[in-house]
């Protein structure tokens, strides 16, 4: 079966960089992209970027441009997201999923819990 | 556009239906049939529940069902359940050749 495992909860300082994983398994890794969206506290969903497997591009929201980095490694089937210069507002529930077709995030990981402390 | 434009709360007692309606623009909701819909309980992670516009993944509930118009796309859930008390957020595929999520919303059964 289709299984997303991310890497488990952080914490920290204001400054530092983040870096996330997510193993896949149960399907071909190189046949479908990887998105992440991430969650704060209480808040909404929001789109972070995507590793597409519909053109083989990496597109990253604007508002992350410049210390968003979107990475996979086909041989372990494990997708990264590295975050930079972390801020206290960055503090959330970072989730992956797999993109089927164009847009649509049918498997989800369990979502890493990041926390940014000043 | 940060966000698709969606009611933040809806409310409705069991058995009867509920519509969320998504507003986006012709750059994302009016011009792409990529529109999606996830239902999101508390602690857990967002679940697909309708893809491009008005497809139901297998094994979701025929209560759910969607559509679009013009820039607006909407959700109804009928026959409502206790178990549907989630947050929902629509998405669509945008020019930009991103993804653009609502705001979400909370639907409390009463």
């Known amino acids: 079966q289709v299984e997303l495992v991310q890497s488990g909860e952080e914490v920290k300082k204001a400054g530092a960089a983040v870096k996330v994983s997510c193993k896949a398994s149960g399907y071909g890794f190189r046949n479908y992209g990887i998105t992440w969206v991430r969650q704060a506290p209480g808040q909404g969903l929001e789109w972070m970027g995507w590793n597409s497997a519909y053109n083989g591009n990496i597109k990253v929201a604007e508002k992350f441009q410049g210390r968003l980095s979107l990475t996979t490694d086909t041989s372990t089937s494990t997708a990264y997201m590295e975050l930079r210069s972390l801020r206290s507002d960055d503090t959330a529930i970072y989730y992956c999923?797999?993109?089927?077709?164009?847009?649509?995030?049918?498997?989800w990981g369990q979502g890493t819990l990041i926390t940014v402390s000043s | 556009q940060s966000a698709l434009t969606q009611p933040a709360s809806v409310s409705g007692s069991p058995g009867q239906s509920i519509t969320i309606s998504c507003t986006g623009t012709s750059s994302d909701v009016g011009i792409y049939n990529y529109v999606s819909w996830y239902q999101q309980h508390p602690g857990r992670a967002p679940k697909l529940i309708i893809y491009e516009v008005s497809r139901r993944p297998s094994g979701i509930s025929d209560r759910f069902s969607a559509s679009k118009s013009g820039n607006t796309a909407s959700l109804t859930v009928s026959g409502l359940q206790a178990e549907d008390e989630a947050d929902y957020y629509c998405t669509s595929f945008t020019t930009m050749t991103t993804l653009i999520i609502g705001g979400g919303t909370k639907l409390t059964v009463l």
């Open positions: 999923a797999r993109v089927l077709g164009i847009v649509d995030l049918d498997y």
